[in-house]
C-alpha cells in the first residue's frame, strides 16, 4: 500500500525449547553402562579387552545391581577415560561418545551456545544427549542382532523413543522406552571378561658346580 512502511512482514516467534525433564540416578548410569556393555563386546579387541578397561566396568555392573548408581556413574567415568587414552584401538562411531570429551581449548566467545540463556543452553544439551542415546541404542541392537541375540523385541521401543523425541522432544516417555531398551541389551548381552594376564615363564634354577 502506498505510504505503507517497509518492513517485514510480522511472523510469530520460534517456540522456546521445551525444558529438559530430570533423569533418574538409575538412568544417568543405565544410560551409559548398556552401551559400555557392547563397547567392551566389539570385534576390534580381538577377543578381549584389557583388564585396565574391564575392571572399571566390573565395579560399575556391581554398584548397580547394588542399587548405588552414583558410584556406578563414577565407575563409567573412569572408563570414560580409559576408551579416551591412545593405546587402545580407536572405537567406531557412535560408541566413540562414551570417551571422555576433550574439547579443543578456545576463548567462551567462540563457543556458539556462549550466547544462549541458560535454560535453553540446558535444553540444547539434553537434546543433544537424547540423539547419542538414539545413536548408540540403534548401534547396539545392530551389533547385538549380527552376533545372533534376540532384540527383536527391543526395536519398537527404539522406534517409539525416535518418534517421542522428533514429536514430543525430551519427555518422560522418551526416556522410559529408551531405558526398556538398555534394559534388554543389559540382560541379553554377554558380561565382558579381561584377557588373562601371561605369566612370567619360570626361570630354570642354576646347576650347582662341582666342586
Not at 137 to 160: F, N
Request: proline fraction near 15%; charged fraction near 25%.
Amino acid at each position: 500500500m502506498p505510504g505503507a512502511p517497509n518492513r517485514p512482514p510480522e511472523t510469530a516467534a520460534a517456540p522456546a525449547p521445551p525444558a529438559p525433564v530430570p533423569v533418574t540416578p538409575r538412568y544417568r548410569s543405565l544410560a551409559r553402562l548398556g552401551p559400555s556393555r557392547v563397547a567392551l563386546l566389539l570385534d576390534l579387541w580381538k577377543g578381549s579387552p584389557s583388564p585396565e578397561l574391564v575392571t572399571p566396568f566390573d565395579r560399575a555392573e556391581t554398584a548397580f545391581d547394588a542399587g548405588d548408581f552414583d558410584g556406578a556413574t563414577n565407575a563409567l567415568e573412569l572408563l570414560s577415560v580409559r576408551f579416551a587414552e591412545p593405546r587402545w584401538p580407536t572405537l567406531p562411531e557412535p560408541f566413540r561418545l562414551l570417551r571422555v570429551p576433550i574439547p579443543a581449548p578456545m576463548p567462551p566467545a567462540w563457543n556458539p551456545d556462549h550466547a544462549l540463556a541458560p535454560a535453553d543452553r540446558e535444553a540444547k544439551r539434553a537434546r543433544r544427549e537424547a540423539d547419542d542415546q538414539v545413536s548408540l541404542a540403534t548401534a547396539s541392537l545392530a551389533w547385538a542382532g549380527a552376533h545372533g541375540l534376540d532384540v527383536t523385541d527391543l526395536v519398537s521401543p527404539l522406534e517409539q523413543a525416535k518418534t517421542v523425541l522428533a514429536t514430543e522432544g525430551v519427555v518422560p516417555g522418551f526416556y522410559e522406552r529408551i531405558e526398556a531398551v538398555w534394559d534388554g541389551i543389559r540382560s541379553r548381552c554377554p558380561r565382558p571378561t579381561a584377557t588373562k594376564a601371561r605369566s612370567a615363564p619360570a626361570r630354570a634354577e642354576p646347576e650347582p658346580s662341582e666342586a
